[in-house]
């Protein structure tokens, strides 16, 4: 049932429309592990048994996802997984011996496949010529501080392979310039550092584990793809959120910020209580 696209299976065909599993994986990691340890808060900090159970099904999890292949959806599901284990408290001296695991499954697989340390060769200018980056780096310089203007760019006329994808953010930069590049980014950081606001002020251990674990994989998705088009980390496929073209992507960032903007309302009610509440009379102080 998968649908191989550019030597990847990493679609299911529903016949009607196309679904990416994996970024369903995310949303579901972050709330299995956000209920799992906001049911018993604090279970985690020394309890090797109780993370060897989250491990194994992450491991499971990521390991199919590098497999069909997509080795950077499989390390933002880990990064939400530990995400969630390090908002509940995770003592990090637990965690080392599946960091190392971590690395060196990543080492494996990038010897595997030859294409994979082509690229990081490519990246540390050991290799040959990148075309994608090239392309990328010329729309980004192109854009100077304004930009060319909406629709008036030209990477988009097939200069540049997956311009609606994985490099969206180059032409964001040649027709908008610096200045929307700035604007871009600004509102990323926005929503993020409100996101984390609402975890903060947020009572329910749950909705903090969650909220965080969100935008810290959010954060993640705009660090590599702005990454990538800018040539900071070597070229690997991760969709710039709420702009990049694909369907999976799009509604699954709206699924997952939904809780949020609930936990925002519930939050912000609260406050609203607490301010409106009438003082009680002290009854000792009340003169008959």
Known sequence: IGLKVN????????????????????????L??????????????????????CMLPLGLICGLTAIEPSLSAAMAIALAAVGVLYFGGIKFKLFYPYLGFGLLAVAGLMIAEPWRLDRFNVFLGKGGYDYQISQSLLAIGTGGIFGRGLGNGKQKYLFLPELQNDFIFANIAEEFGFIGCLLVLGLFAFVIWRGFQIAQKSQDTFAYLYTSSVMLLLAFQVLVNVGVAAAIIPVT??????ISAGGSSMVILFAMMGPILNISRNVDLGKKLEQNRKPVLNKKKIVR
């Open 32 to 53: 299995y592990f956000s209920t799992i340890i906001s049911r018993k808060p604090g279970i985690i900090k020394e309890n090797m048994p109780f993370l060897l159970n």
């Open 237 to 242: 496929g991760m969709a710039l959120p709420f």
């Open 7 to 30: 030597d990847a299976r990493r679609w299911i065909d529903l016949k009607v429309t196309t679904f990416q599993p994996s970024e369903l994986a995310k949303v579901a990691v972050i």
